[in-house]
T-cell receptor, first 111, second 117 residues
């Protein structure tokens, strides 16, 4: 069935270091890959997204890379800050027009 | 960005009662909305796709008679949890796709916490 895998499930980094979260997807026709940040008890917030016609997108300290051949995409956060601590979810838009989410990564930035 | 609201934000009910949750797109029309369920420390699980003017599409394993979805207008979808039981206690989140602008984006509602006693 449709599937989005996400790794790691937990990640701790020192403030100022980089964090990388990786996702793989099963539907080769998927063409839209957003990343969401969710703080405890709140709704997911879109932080960056990428479409299949580009391989990389950057927005200040956040970047996303996409490898369509390998069917994986990654979130990169540089110069991490304590306020980056949250749960991050990747997602993929499948051909049935549904979004499927990864299992989430709990990021902790240690001051 | 676009705004999606949900009501109510909190529901506590007795086992056996039905609960209706509303999802509204406040500043755009949404022909398609999605309903997710999230258990503590877990990911968002897609329950169903709500289509304006037609029947919802349910994911495998989601009982359509248990979770009734109605998408009566371009700005409103409702999820009714019928005869709720304690195992239905969860965080329910809707989302709507905004097709305005060059490319579509998905926005989430604030979620509804359901506690069934």
């Amino acid at each position: 069935g449709e599937n989005v895998e996400q790794h790691p499930s937990t990640l701790s980094v020192q403030e100022g270091d980089s964090a990388v979260i990786k996702c793989t997807y099963s539907d080769s026709a998927s063409n839209y890959f957003p990343w969401y940040k969710q703080e405890l008890g709140k709704r997911p917030q879109l932080i960056i997204d990428i479409r299949s016609n580009v391989g990389e997108k950057k927005d200040q300290r956040i970047a996303v890379t996409l490898n369509k051949t390998a069917k994986h995409f990654s979130l990169h956060i540089t110069e991490t800050q304590p306020e980056d601590s949250a749960v991050y979810f990747c997602a993929a838009l499948f051909t049935g027009n549904q979004f499927y989410f990864g299992t989430g990564t709990s990021l902790t930035v240690i001051p | 960005g676009a705004v999606v609201s949900q009501h109510p934000s909190w529901v506590i009910c007795k086992s056996g009662t039905s609960v209706k949750i509303e999802c509204r797109s406040l500043d755009f029309q949404a022909t398609t909305m999605f309903w997710y369920r999230q258990f503590p420390k877990q990911s968002l699980m897609l329950m169903a796709t709500s289509n304006e003017g037609s029947k919802a599409t349910y994911e495998q394993g989601v009982e359509k008679d248990k979770f009734l979805i109605n998408h009566a207008s371009l700005t409103l979808s409702t999820l009714t949890v019928t005869s709720a039981h304690p195992e239905d206690s969860s965080f329910y989140i809707c989302s709507a796709r905004d097709f305005r602008g060059a490319q579509e984006t998905q926005y989430f509602g604030p979620g509804t916490r359901l506690l069934v006693l």
